[in-house]
């Protein structure tokens, strides 16, 4: 997979706001069975299941078997390239604020 595609993809895992509290749910705990998460939202284990398969896919989840149960954990290192893209714009309004405070001042 291609550094863009990849790039894609995590952004398209974070884009859904069911995917974004599984990613803070995982942060929180070192590993946590599916049907925990599942216990976590108002659906069923097999639509939480499609949500964690597009997290695995991109890089972001984690998950091994124990006996009849899976368990899942984050991966957060993708998630450096999110923070990368994002410094960019923390620049730009970093830069445009200080000019906005300049103006308000002279006035």
Do not use: C
């Not at 097999?46 to 091994?64: F, N, Q």
Request: charged share 30%.
């Amino acid at each position: 997979m291609s550094e863009n595609n990849q790039l894609r993809d995590v952004f398209h895992a974070i884009a859904d706001p069911t995917r974004r509290r599984l990613i803070r749910l995982l942060a929180e705990a070192e590993e946590i069975p599916l049907h925990e998460l599942t216990a976590q939202f108002p659906m069923g284990r097999t639509a939480v299941s499609k949500h964690l398969t597009i997290l695995r896919e991109a890089g972001l989840v984690l998950d091994r078997r124990v006996g009849r149960e899976t368990r899942f954990r984050l991966n957060a290192s993708p998630l450096r390239e999110i923070e990368d893209w994002l410094a960019i714009y923390n620049k730009f309004w970093g830069t445009n604020l200080l000019r906005l405070n300049q103006l308000l001042e002279e006035e």
